[in-house]
């Protein structure tokens, strides 16, 4: 029955009824999902129907089931082709090009992604600047888009949201009781590919075309007893606007600039550290005021102080005494002393030979 089903839709295909042939290798695969001609077929009827991103889980599946079925490797790297993943593209060609070396279609493929890539080379634009250092990239935790954000889902059967970091997407599926081997998850430069099959009930498929690149090799994905939870590399530092492509503009995230105002202290390029001047002040001060000296030194330290911390009629007395006596008597008591008015002069550096309060 599902072979029958299979030569239906081929001839649909040659009539040029895709959607037909679509729905035909459907009802073929639900008889018997093992089949990986089935997959592979149905991959090129989604080409003719510009389905890129179904065609390249229909592809990856028959490679699955037959790891040697080289129209599987072509059909896949056409659609990632048409969706402009020529690095993909070229990977899955250069695969069924190993296991077929005769036949000529792969290398021509192959030499247009080879293009493609250096075209994309030549006009890479770095959004990002090299030289600023990842601390001041990241933002702030609160400034980070953490809040779920629901997708558009592709069935209802399961229900989806992501959620997202400078560095990373994060996609969560809510699927309950799934065993790992019913999850396929397929990462391309800037597909996912997220089928889950489980014997006996409708497939589910997730395979939307990303909103910006990533790194295939760096993400992975994690099959847990309550939802599959897919962890996207991405490939550039940006804040995108959905989990789809085309869905609003990518931005820069808002660097991670301390709240805290910076001291105004000189701090030079050759320090290890930053200095702290108020900490090494106050140590001077310190210091200076524990000083241990001998003798005349310390009285005119001594002195120094009273002086610093006087009112103004004390150091007026002060120095009114000071200079009347030239330089024997220090008194502290303006009453004592007079009214006279005198130049009010520290007695800081001289030389006391005797002194009385």
């Known amino acids: 029955m599902a072979k029958e089903l299979a030569s239906k839709a081929k001839e649909a295909f040659i ?6 042939a679509v729905d035909l290798y459907s009802k073929a695969i639900d008889l018997d999902p093992t089949c990986p001609v089935f997959f592979s077929d149905r991959a090129q009827a989604n080409i003719k129907l510009s389905n ?5 889980a229909d592809a990856n599946k028959a490679i699955e089931l037959d790891p040697a079925l080289t129209k599987a490797y072509l ?16 990977t899955a060609l ?91 998850v397929d990462f391309g430069e800037q597909i996912l590919s997220v089928v889950i099959d489980v014997p006996g009930e409708e497939a589910y498929y997730l ?39 085309g869905k609003g503009p990518a931005v820069l995230p808002k660097p991670n600039v301390s709240s805290e105002v910076v001291s105004q202290r000189p701090a030079y390029p050759s320090s290890k550290k930053v200095k702290d001047w108020d900490k090494l002040e106050a140590e001077v001060k310190k210091e200076e005021k524990d000083e241990k000296l001998d003798g005349d ?27 009347e006596s030239n330089g024997t008597v220090l008194s502290t008591n303006w009453n004592e002393v007079g009214t006279k008015n005198v130049e009010s002069t520290p007695p800081d550096g001289m030389e006391l030979k005797k002194w009385e309060i």
């Open 75 to 90: 059909r896949k790297g056409t659609a990632c082709m048409k969706l402009e993943e020529y690095r993909t593209a070229k």
């Open 94 to 184: 250069e695969k069924g090009a190993s296991i077929a070396p005769g036949d000529t279609k792969f290398k021509k493929l192959i030499d247009e992604c080879d293009l493609q890539i250096a075209e994309e080379e030549k006009d890479l634009v770095q959004l990002v600047p090299s030289t600023l250092p990842s601390s001041s990239i990241a933002p702030p935790v609160s400034e980070v888009d953490l809040t779920p954000a629901p997708a558009a889902p592709a069935k209802a059967k399961y229900r989806h949201e992501y959620y997202q970091k400078p560095e990373e997407v994060v996609v969560t599926i809510f699927a309950k009781g799934i065993p790992k081997q019913n999850v396929n």
């Open 52 to 56: 890129f991103t179904e065609a390249v």
């Open 15 to 20: 009539n040029d009824d895709f959607d037909v």
């Open 207 to 245: 395979q939307p075309r990303l909103f910006g690149k990533i790194i295939p090799e760096r993400c992975r994905y994690e099959v847990l007893s309550t939802k599959v939870e897919i962890r996207l590399a991405k490939a550039e530092i940006i804040i995108w606007a959905s989990l789809e492509h």
């Open 297 to 323: 030194a310390a009285l005119n330290k001594f002195f120094r102080e009273i002086y610093q911390n006087a009112d103004e009629d004390m150091r007026r007395a002060m120095s009114k005494s000071f200079v």
